[in-house]
């Protein structure tokens, strides 16, 4: 379950933040402003307290989602927020000489952004991607606290339910080590092969 | 007795051989520049002289002291951190990047070495600073941060800030190299001031015309040893070796040719 | 579904006592995480093989497990080995260790961040390696550590939430018992949300005003023509 979560999480992330970097970085003051709102809300507020009001808080006003569609939709707009700056920084930091030499020899803007740019920009925002999957992975974490109880919130209940055999936590922290040790090293090696046609 | 006396010098950087032999006097008061292509090893030399970089082999003494390291019997023993700081005291570097201290106004960076270092009083280290600071030209800027300097500007603080610990040697490492053209000037007459002053100096640089109008002495380096030196008349003029000749047709001829 | 303004008024004061909570976990477990962070930064530093391995290992760790699990690990399984900690503690030893990892690296990156060529310049006046330390490094290295800093103090912010599930006396909690109470999570949990937002954003202003700051002060390394 953990790793559904993670992995759908991370595709909705990737596309609200690519889209709100978009915004962010348009002409439109109103699209900068819309952008704005999202990522300082949404970076602000814990996700634990964001994934209460879509799971608790919209199942009491009628729209009651599954565990995994919430979770998807909660840490979805909590990772894009969190994306938004990464792409943004990615995209800006490609030098416009660069576009300017894609156009000077005849590419139109479209072809310049798929073959100049966004190649370059995918290398700066890969480490950050990397580090943000393995945040995520943590934070599924959370789902299961939010996906196990009921509708009852007495604050025993939750310590009794959750109260388990010591050993369990181990487990589960070698688990997360098992799961984000190569995934870090997954990260390390993609940086280092995309990197490889950059150096002078 | 020569001020600086270089014997044996080789530098590896791991597998590639950097300096490979190079034995090297400059006495008091002369005025020593290094040419060549890059890669040479003119850089690793300077930087060996004051142990900023670290010789793999052979000795560099400066006033008559090894610098990085001192004899105990027969066998050479690494200086304390504490020897060999207070031997760059007496050396001046200049470095291309120039190198300031960001943080600190262009006054505190002449002064921090006097201070911290040679234990001069604050006041009489202000009232050196603000000297040296007339005679390269920035009497104005002492309360300014390097930032807001322009690079000729940022250089002329940084020779200042090395002479603000009176060394007996100054090394030049390529200190124009990273200005735009029309600051050169400026840092170039400090140094030629400098140098008719009687200051002892070894500079690495491109600066042909330069080195030739102040030298008494120009070495060419390729690959790691030395190729020629002598007058800067023999070595610009009537040079003895090919590759010195190569180098100055590349440097000093700028017309463009056909391919 | 709205809540009449009457429980409002009965809310507020129990979730603003519960938001002060909440800063009290965050400030406790940051002074935490700020100190050991350093020794453990230190250590990693150190020429002791062993030490730099533990200190390594740890960050790793850290890094690799979530901060709930850690919280669990240090609630839950601690007790065994003897040492039962009331959860107000061990939420800020659980946090505070936690952020600890984190602040290492960064120093770690505020150190590695200072132009070698600085030391060098400052060796090439005669200081000792020592010395170029509290003169030359590290007053430029703040300027290069205190973003991170900061965004570290909204994250750790965020975390204590995290200590609901130990039920920890902090926001969160309070705004479950006072779901569990009125059965209505929807404003509850967004009135926390708000509190949440009013804690976090001024940092988060701060921190995109102490990036601009940390830009400042290093043209000196690139040639500039005025």
């Known amino acids: 379950m953990t790793v559904i979560v993670t992995a759908g999480s991370f595709v909705v992330s990737i596309v609200l933040g690519i889209i709100s970097a978009g915004c962010a970085t348009s002409r439109s003051p109103v699209l900068r402003a819309i952008s704005y709102a999202y990522v300082e809300v949404f970076r602000a507020v814990p996700i634990l307290t964001q994934l209460f009001i879509i799971y608790f808080g919209l199942g009491s006003i009628g729209i009651k989602l599954n565990p995994i569609p919430a979770a998807l939709v909660g840490f979805g707009l909590n990772g894009g927020a969190n994306l938004t700056e990464v792409f943004r920084g990615g995209i800006g930091a490609i030098d416009h000489g660069q576009t300017e030499a894609a156009l000077s020899i005849g590419m139109n803007p479209l072809m310049a952004l798929r073959y100049i740019v966004l190649p370059q920009a995918f290398r700066i925002v890969l480490p950050s991607l990397t580090n943000f999957a393995i945040g995520l992975l943590k934070d599924t974490s959370l789902a299961s606290a939010v996906a196990a109880p009921e509708l009852s919130f007495d604050a025993n209940t939750l310590v009794e339910r959750t109260f388990q055999s010591p050993e369990i936590y181990i487990l589960l922290a070698l688990f997360y080590l098992a799961m984000s040790l190569p995934l870090s090293a997954l990260a390390t090696s993609l940086e280092r092969r995309s990197a490889r046609g950059h150096r002078a | 007795m020569p001020l600086v006396r270089i014997r044996g010098l080789h530098k590896r950087f791991g597998a590639v051989e950097v300096l490979r032999g190079i034995d090297l006097d400059v006495h008091a008061g002369e005025k020593v520049s290094i040419i060549g292509p890059s890669g040479s090893g003119k850089t690793t030399l300077l930087r060996c002289i004051n142990y900023i970089g670290q010789p793999s082999e052979g000795h560099v003494t400066v006033n008559g002291s090894l610098i990085g390291e001192k004899s105990v019997g027969d066998r050479f023993v690494a200086l304390s951190d504490r020897s060999l700081a207070r031997q760059r005291a007496g050396i001046g570097m200049v470095f291309q990047r120039f190198n300031l201290f960001p943080h600190l106004t262009v006054l505190r960076n002449i002064e921090l070495g006097p201070v911290k270092v040679l234990k001069v009083a604050p006041a009489e280290a202000r009232e050196r600073a603000l000297t040296l600071l007339r005679k390269v030209g920035l009497a104005d800027k002492a309360a300014a941060y390097p930032e807001m300097l322009s690079g000729g500007q940022q250089q002329r603080v940084a020779i200042a800030r090395a002479l603000a610990m009176q060394p007996k040697l100054m090394l030049f490492d390529e200190a124009t190299s990273a200005l735009d053209p029309e600051l050169v000037g400026e840092v170039l007459a400090v140094i030629a001031q400098l140098a008719s002053e009687g200051m002892t100096m070894i500079l690495v640089t491109h600066e042909m015309q330069f080195a030739e109008d102040i030298s008494d002495r120009v070495i060419f380096m390729d690959h790691g040893k030395i190729v020629e030196q002598g007058p800067p008349d023999q070595i610009f003029h009537a040079p003895t070796h090919e590759r010195t000749r190569a180098f100055l047709r590349a440097v000093l001829d700028r017309r463009a040719k056909p391919l | ?226």
Request: proline share 6%; net charge positive.
């Open chain 3, 1 to 226: 579904m709205m809540p009449s303004w009457s429980l409002i008024a009965v809310w507020l004061p129990l979730l603003v006592v519960a938001a002060v909570q909440t800063l009290k976990m965050a400030a406790f477990s940051y002074v935490l995480g700020v100190i050991a962070g350093l020794v453990i930064a230190i250590g990693q530093m150190s020429e002791h093989r062993l030490l730099s391995k533990a200190c390594r290992v740890y960050i790793e760790f850290i890094r690799a497990t979530p901060i709930l699990t850690q919280l669990f690990l240090i609630y839950f399984v601690l007790p065994s080995v003897g040492l039962a900690l009331p959860e107000f503690t061990a939420a800020v030893i659980a946090l505070g260790l936690h952020y600890a990892a984190y602040m290492a690296e960064t120093y770690r990156s505020g150190i590695a961040g200072v132009p070698v060529g600085q030391r060098e310049a400052a060796q090439a006046i005669g200081m000792t390696r020592t010395e170029t330390l509290p003169y030359i490094v590290l007053p430029q290295s703040i300027r290069i550590i205190l973003p991170p800093m900061v965004n570290s103090a909204i994250s750790l912010l965020k975390d204590t939430s995290v200590a609901s599930l130990i039920a920890a006396p902090e926001l969160m909690l309070r705004a479950n018992d006072l779901t569990s109470e009125y059965y209505m999570p929807m404003p509850l949990y967004i009135i926390a949300g708000i509190f949440y937002f009013m804690m976090a954003y001024p940092l988060s202003l701060w921190a995109r005003h102490l990036e601009r700051f940390a830009r400042r002060g290093y043209a000196s390394a690139h040639s500039v023509s005025r």
